[in-house]
């Protein structure tokens, strides 16, 4: 044993520099693709980059063009605005519509607080505007005639009125009304603070006079003439239905070990995600197993075939939804490939199955020295798969674990809390586990998840790859639900972190009351809780507030400001035992997306797991008092010591001291 402790040490000292190391700046700086659209005549694919910047805490964009034969470099069309993001914290995808004559391009932009349109030619001479107004533009379309339709919500300045006047007379409180929320401006929407309210499906948020009727414009981009759309013409602003199902296709996916049903068949590996029709008629099919691999198929209904044309160890997609189709041109594909270990690129996939890359503007991932792979394990009848994430070094070493979905390009886990390849980077190996097939209660769901959960333990054991006596867990939604039955039922947690409220009696009454009935019935089918009064024997089991005593490892929440307030109890708890602290990110929605947030989320985290599964310690003299708290943290047996090793290098690090 000591022979191979000092092998390892040996490698450690060997490996790649520090300067090499992928930072949770890089992470929360990584950029995305989107806004995949071939121009009408297919000569031309535009695509929109959206670069995360701490500097700013902004997401810019900047908008290309490639052709589709894939013979020159893309083309700048310019910078526009920021990311907008929607209610969830999920980053929207660019929007673009060609001209039909293929030679300028109509984007929809977020530029100083205000949502217009913007229009560029081909030539990279840069967009300029076309249609702003006192609202902001929510959706547009080409007509078939070439006129331009769109539809403006309500005038800023309205909106901005009717919350003075909330805050000047009161606000009555109903079912659309987040008590857990600043009522007044507490969230930011379209770069701007503004109130936001319940619209009536589970958490889903709107502004303030989101149900105000919206105005459908015709413009004439010849002349500029404008007119109310007609009825017809506004119809072209609707999502358009998905593809009606089709036996034919079904049995040809079978063939393939797959179903043309979104969520999956019984005994069948494979699902379609996407689909879009080809110019000669023929469509192309977007099939993802568990494990969010992707593949492409095209499908001949004439032919009454199906045909493979390439597939990734990642995702083949739109954007970062793995459910987004690849833009199709007459001659090629053009999709969104990210994988465990490759960030988004752009890549261009010919008919022929060729696979191009287009443009790649993250740095290579093999610059920090680490092994990614898809692993997979049995789970009670069920196949569980999952991402590692490891230095290139052999020896056991701790692990962080987090639970929900893994799709292409790991940041952090499912909501981007944790950064996983800085986690390995410095000596702590990650594990993102893709939830294992869904129960019909959450109780039968969490003991499926802490069997997966304890299933990679032992089999990465058994490999030799970790440490089973040093595993941290932390999770965002229902995985932070996830780990927090880990930490009760379990003793494999040293360390655990969360990024969303708990089922606590808390929650309960900030959410139910008259206009909110749907909120009490989802929790009695899924979670089989009533009220916490009329049911206190089942709310105890599910409450970690109520089952202090029973977490034994320090637990550090780091929440939406709207989430924080109905953690109230659970944080007073964990904190009159000193077992954990809380971290409350004000206008933050459920996921977190300004840049800054992000990098204080994963810094912190970073350094919590590197404190409770290696004891190090970042000298940096602004992080001593968060050391000085924590070495307070814990159960008396387990407290640790402020007398820890200071490190500022990782396990990967030349540098180590």
Not at 508 to 521: L, Q
Request: neutral net charge; contains cysteine; hydrophobic residues 40%.
């Amino acid at each position: 044993m000591v022979a191979r402790a000092a092998l390892v040490i040996v490698l450690l000292a060997a490996a790649s520099p520090a300067a090499s190391q992928m930072t949770p700046r890089d992470i929360a700086e990584t950029a995305d693709i989107s806004g995949l659209s071939a121009s009408p005549d297919g000569r031309w694919l535009s695509y929109r980059i959206e670069r995360p910047s701490v500097a700013t805490n902004r997401i810019d964009v900047e908008w290309y063009i490639v052709a589709s034969d894939g013979g020159t470099p893309p083309r700048a069309l310019g910078r526009l605005g920021t990311a907008l993001w929607n209610d969830v914290g999920t980053v929207l995808p660019g929007e673009a519509l060609w001209m039909p004559d293929s030679r300028a391009l109509i984007v929809r932009a977020l530029i100083d607080g205000r949502v217009a349109l913007w229009r560029s030619g081909i030539d990279g001479s840069g967009f300029a505007p076309l249609v702003e107004r006192e609202g902001d533009i929510e959706h547009f379309a080409i007509a078939p005639d070439g006129a331009l339709i769109f539809s403006e919500g309500p005038a800023r300045d309205a909106i901005a009125r009717a919350e003075d006047r909330e805050r000047e007379t009161g606000i009555l409180v109903d079912g659309k009304t987040d008590l857990a929320q600043p009522l007044f401006r507490g969230a930011m929407i379209n770069g701007r603070t503004s109130t936001q309210r319940f619209s009536g499906a589970w958490f889903d948020r709107v502004p303030l006079l989101s149900d105000a009727p919206r105005t459908i414009t015709r413009r004439d981009l010849q002349t500029g003439t404008e007119e109310r759309a007609s009825a017809d013409e506004g119809k072209l602003l609707e999502v358009p239905p998905e593809p009606e199902p089709s036996s034919e296709l079904d049995g040809l996916l079978r063939d393939f070990d797959a179903c043309s049903n979104p969520v999956g068949c019984p005994g069948l590996e494979w699902r379609l995600a996407a689909q879009t029709t080809l110019t000669d008629g023929r469509i192309a099919l977007t099939l993802r197993d568990r494990a969010f691999r992707e593949r492409l198929m095209i499908w001949s209904p004439k032919a009454s075939a199906i045909a493979p044309l390439a597939s990734s160890t990642g995702l083949l997609s739109g954007g970062r939804d793995e459910s987004s189709p690849c833009a199709a041109t007459p001659v090629a594909l053009f999709c969104v490939e990210a994988a465990a270990d490759i960030p988004p690129r752009l890549v261009r996939i010919a008919f022929d199955g060729t696979k191009t890359v287009i443009d790649s503007p993250n740095p290579d991932p093999d610059r920090d020295g680490l092994l990614a792979e898809t692993i997979a394990w049995q789970v009670s009848g069920s196949r569980a798969s999952g991402v590692f994430i490891r230095p290139k070094i052999p020896g056991r070493l701790p692990l962080f674990v987090t639970y929900y979905r893994c799709p292409g390009w790991l940041r952090g886990g499912l909501g981007d809390e944790w950064p996983l390849r800085a986690l390995a980077a410095n000596g702590i190996a990650a594990l993102c586990i893709n939830t294992v097939a869904s129960r019909k209660s959450a109780r039968e769901s969490y003991d499926l998840a802490l069997d997966a959960v304890k299933g990679a333990i032992a089999m990465l054991s058994k490999r030799g790859d970790i440490d089973p006596d040093r595993v941290g867990m932390g999770g965002l939604s229902f995985g932070s639900e996830v780990t927090m039955w880990t930490a009760r039922y379990s003793d494999l947690l040293k360390a655990v972190s969360i990024a969303s409220v708990q089922m606590e009696p808390a929650y309960y009454w900030f959410n139910a009351r008259p206009g909110r009935e749907m909120f009490a019935d989802n929790l009695r089918a899924y979670w089989k809780l009533g009220r916490p009064d009329e049911n206190p024997a089942a709310w105890r089991s599910l409450s970690t507030a109520l089952n202090i005593d029973h977490i034994h490892a320090p637990v550090l929440m780091q929440l939406p400001e709207h989430e924080a307030r109905q953690a109230v109890e659970l944080q007073s708890r964990l904190a009159s035992a000193r077992m954990g602290e809380m971290h409350i990110f004000p206008l933050a929605p459920h996921i977190k997306v300004e840049p800054r947030q992000k990098l204080a989320a994963y810094q912190r985290n970073l350094d919590w797991f590197r404190y409770w599964l290696t004891g190090q310690i970042d000298p940096d003299p602004a992080k001593a008092d968060q050391y000085q708290r924590w070495s307070k943290l814990g159960r008396p047996e387990g407290r640790a010591s402020i007398d820890r090793t200071q490190r500022s290098a990782s396990a990967i690090s030349s540098n180590r001291k």
